[in-house]
């Protein structure tokens, strides 16, 4: 029982719906931040290169390093609510999927439950309205 909460916390064992959305979005999210990572660097490297020997080289590489650290608290903040959203939204699409097929094959005829915050609470109150009206297997 250790083991099923340890892998559902575990960021890298989602479901497979959840691993393309994570992936697709921080894809397009690290893209701008790689590229304008790139262009500052383009752009103020010659100056960095320059006064290499001055002091103006230091308070440029302090100014760097703290746009840099400010980019990285932002993505870090950022993924923590792609994270959140994401896993509200596909997190229990697997089990629904698996006691929709136990109860298709009349295994079980019980409501699906969702948790508290997660989307999609209207189309499982529906679900769940079609499991009481269906009729048993004879």
């Known amino acids: 029982m250790n083991n099923e ?3 559902q916390r575990n960021i890298l064992n989602k479901n497979p719906y959840e691993r393309k959305v994570l992936k697709m ?3 397009f999210a ?9 262009l500052f660097w383009g752009l ?11 002091d103006l080289s230091q308070h440029f590489m302090d100014r760097v ?8 608290f ?3 903040l950022f993924a923590r609510f792609v994270f959140s959203f994401v896993h ?4 229990s699409y697997e089990r629904i999927l698996q006691e929709l097929d136990n109860i298709i094959s009349n295994k079980e005829k019980k409501p699906l439950h969702l948790r508290k915050n997660d989307f999609g609470q209207g189309m499982i109150l529906r679900i769940n ?10």
């Open 5 to 7: 909460k340890t892998s």
């Open 25 to 27: 979005i921080f894809l």
């Open 30 to 38: 690290a893209l701008p931040v790689i590229l304008i990572f790139f």
């Open 44 to 54: 103020f490297s010659d100056l960095i290169y320059t006064y290499i020997h001055t």
């Open 65 to 72: 390093l703290i746009f840099s650290a400010l980019i990285l």
């Open 74 to 76: 932002y993505y870090i």
């Open 88 to 91: 509200r939204t596909f997190g």
């Open 129 to 138: 309205k079609l499991i009481q009206e269906m009729p048993g297997k004879s």
